[in-house]
């Protein structure tokens, strides 16, 4: 097949979502498919890096840090894209690029796919004053623009009850968003693992509690931090890697809490490197509620750290309670089971093997191409159908 990917981000921007497309790239085109990525340029210029295209866009930072919006019509680049001929597109983002990919899909004829990443219900303190004004306003855009899709993916369970509640009429298919898990099977070395710990200022007998992610308001970094500043252990550290708008307010709250000694802002980390950071930790910890899947949750599973977190539906089929970590509801919960891993090297050590496997069999992006590939030839399928069915009636009509 030939398959066109849109999406308003990509390299060189990190985060959940490019991470997800890179790795459903690789996987298509290890199976013998075209794929090519249509996104936005972070200037006003479009050009062409070997199979993606980056299309000229403006930056709308004031609505959410770091998105951006194109107006252009770019016709000689979506000229090239139609002429190569896509049998199928996915797209991965609901604004710029998602009007690019219905024009395309009008004149080629061919069926959208779309995966509905974001919960946007979270984000709504970036551009509504009233969460329930914010909350009307992303239902009904939800299904303004799904409505011209021939397929939907959720990636939880947790995202589909939520489009069905917008009154989504498409069909909607679970599937996790898939990881390459091969680069956290590789140990690093203990001199290393010195190294980073050195470098980031750890203590060597702490023990170490990790996020990694957009350091953003939805991310609730402040119940993390509040929480750990109530833990009486004076040799436990907690490593925060990333970056983003919320990071100078909680660098300041940290100083309010009095554990600016115990707690150690990275920055971001390049995602070659990031496995490194995984295994000098021994406990993943978020308390963020705005996830769709949280791919860095997978991660850490897959380097053997188990997780404690805030219960979510999102983790649902990813974090099961004393197997491969715990959901918390409550500080007592969370001090309660943060004790059980720090003091059970026995428990600890299940729980780590059972991250692993868990990571491994059900979050491969080996197994997350193959369930979208299946729904990429059923929409071609059923496109082709209603192909026919539309010259055959033409035909009649004709006679």
């Keep these: ?16 979502v490019v991470t997800s497309i890179v790795n459903l790239k690789k996987e298509l085109q290890k199976s013998g498919h075209e794929v090519r990525v249509l996104t936005l340029s972070n200037k006003t210029k479009s050009y062409k890096n070997n199979d993606v295209t980056y299309i000229s866009s403006v930056s709308v930072g004031k609505i959410y840090p770091g998105a951006r919006f194109t107006i252009f019509k770019n016709y000689r680049y979506l000229k090239e894209i139609m002429e190569w001929g896509p049998d199928v597109i996915h797209s991965q983002c609901e604004f710029s690029t998602f009007r690019l990919a219905k024009q395309i899909a009008k004149r080629r004829r061919i069926p959208i796919i779309h995966t509905y990443h974001t919960v946007y219900e979270d984000y709504t303190h970036y551009f509504s004053p009233k969460q329930k004004w914010g909350e009307a306003m992303v239902a009904l855009f939800s299904k303004k623009v799904l409505k011209h ?15 069905l509640s917008y009154g989504v009429k498409q069909p ?14 590789q140990s690093i070395s203990l001199h290393e693992s010195t190294g980073i710990r050195k470098q980031l200022h750890i203590p060597d007998k702490d023990r170490v509690l990790i996020f990694v992610g957009r350091l953003a308001k939805e991310k609730n970094l402040e119940e993390v931090l509040f929480y ?28 309010q809490l009095h554990i600016e ?139």
């Design 1 to 16: 097949m030939k398959i066109l990917i849109t999406t308003d981000c990509y390299l060189p921007v990190i985060n959940g």
């Design 228 to 255: 750990f500043s109530r833990i009486k252990r004076s040799n436990i550290s907690l490593l925060i890697v990333g970056d983003g708008p919320h990071r100078q307010f909680l660098e300041t709250y940290v100083k």
């Design 261 to 399: 000694d115990k707690v150690i802002f990275a920055g971001m980390v390049s995602p070659q490197h990031i496995a490194s950071y995984y295994q000098i930790a021994d406990i993943f910890i978020s308390a963020s509620n705005s996830e769709t899947q949280g791919l860095t949750y997978i991660e850490a599973l897959a380097s053997g750290l188990p997780a404690l977190c805030r219960r979510d539906p999102c983790l649902e089929n990813v974090i099961e309670n004393g197997v491969n970590g715990w959901l918390f509801d409550s500080f007592v919960e969370f001090a309660s089971y943060l004790e059980k891993m720090l003091l059970d090297r026995t428990a600890y050590k299940c729980l780590s093997n059972n991250a692993t496997r868990k990571a491994y069999e059900d979050f491969s992006s080996v197994a997350f191409a193959e369930s979208v590939e299946e729904i990429y030839c059923d929409a071609i399928s059923a496109n082709h159908r209603a192909k026919d069915r539309f010259y055959l009636n033409k035909s009649e009509f004709n006679q």
């Design 149 to 163: 899709t021939t397929y939907v993916i959720a990636p939880t369970e947790k995202v589909s009850k939520l489009l």
């Design 172 to 185: 909607i298919t679970v599937i996790p968003t898939g990881i390459d898990l091969s680069t956290f099977q």
